[in-house]
């Protein structure tokens, strides 16, 4: 079965390669999705920050960095430059994997040391980027 582009919208596309759905399932599909990429990019940052007891001021500039540089991550997937980015639709934000032990650090040694080991890990998982084998 080869995969083709339909010029007309049918809800039979949803899962074809640049198919076209119908308005009126499309809006509700896309409504659903940004909402589920909102509370995934907001909610580690509301736990990081509340064990930290960040200010309500501070947490909405970590959570509006958080989606500036989640939409910028996007871009640089989809509109790849070099070997940086994957040329597909791949939604970037924040991650659960680092909230434990970010709440750790953040108790221990407050947020500058969460920001320090976050910047530190992401120069370092970026590098081992480059030697990945595909």
């Known amino acids: 079965m080869a995969l083709f582009k339909s010029s007309e919208a049918s809800l039979n596309n949803i899962y074809t390669l ?3 759905v119908p308005l009126g399932k499309s809006i509700p599909f896309g409504l659903q999705h940004v909402l589920a990429m909102f509370v995934a990019n907001i909610a580690p940052i509301m736990i990081v920050a509340g064990v930290c007891k960040l200010t309500p001021q501070d947490t909405a500039s970590l959570i509006q960095t958080a989606m ?3 939409g910028v991550g996007t871009l640089i997937q989809l509109f790849a430059v070099w070997k940086i980015g994957a040329r ?6 924040v991650s659960f994997t680092f909230v434990s032990i970010f709440c750790f650090v953040g108790t221990k040694w407050g947020f500058g040391a969460v920001l320090g080991a976050a910047i530190v890990g992401g120069i370092v998982e970026g590098l081992l980027g480059f030697f990945a084998k595909y």
């Open 88 to 93: 597909l639709p791949i939604v970037m934000g």
């Open 68 to 70: 500036i540089v989640a």
């Open 18 to 20: 640049d198919g076209k």
